[in-house]
């Protein structure tokens, strides 16, 4: 199993991008975006669901950021739109391998067996 990240890059506060999160050798009904900035630790961003009909999100990035998926493809995204700058960070997508879920296990990082690599978010004042 491989998640290859992209999409990372430098944006002016106010801006926008698109991570993308390529999945192979195997499909996951529950994928997660996590980031970790400079000195701190790693912390839960989003979560997706099956088809994209169930999503959660951290108090704050709600309702500037949205996760999705394409099946088909086998990839999930995280639209960023009005970044600040304490959005800079390295962003990970995350594979769980386990179909169910209670409470809160979609925001631990204990949740996901499988990692990618990390794409660069860089938001500058």
């Known amino acids: 199993v491989q998640l290859q990240a992209s999409g990372g890059g430098t944006v002016q506060a106010g801006g926008s991008l698109r991570l993308s999160c390529v999945v192979s050798?195997?499909?996951?009904?529950?994928m997660g975006w996590f980031r970790r900035a400079p000195g701190k630790e790693r912390e839960f961003v989003a979560a997706?669901?099956?088809?994209?009909?169930?999503?959660y999100y951290s108090d704050s990035v709600n309702g500037r950021f949205t996760i999705s998926r394409d099946n088909a493809k086998n990839v999930v995204y995280l639209q960023m739109n009005r970044l600040k700058s304490e959005d800079t960070a390295n962003y990970h997508c995350?594979?769980?391998?386990?179909?169910?879920?209670?409470?809160?296990?979609?925001?631990?990082?204990?949740?996901?067996?499988?990692w990618g690599q990390g794409t660069q978010v860089t938001v500058s004042s």
């Open positions: 995350a594979a769980a391998l386990s179909s169910y879920y209670s409470r809160r296990d979609y925001a631990q990082e204990s949740f996901y067996e499988f």
């Open positions: 050798g195997s499909t996951f009904n529950i």
């Open positions: 997706v669901v099956g088809n994209s009909i169930i999503t």
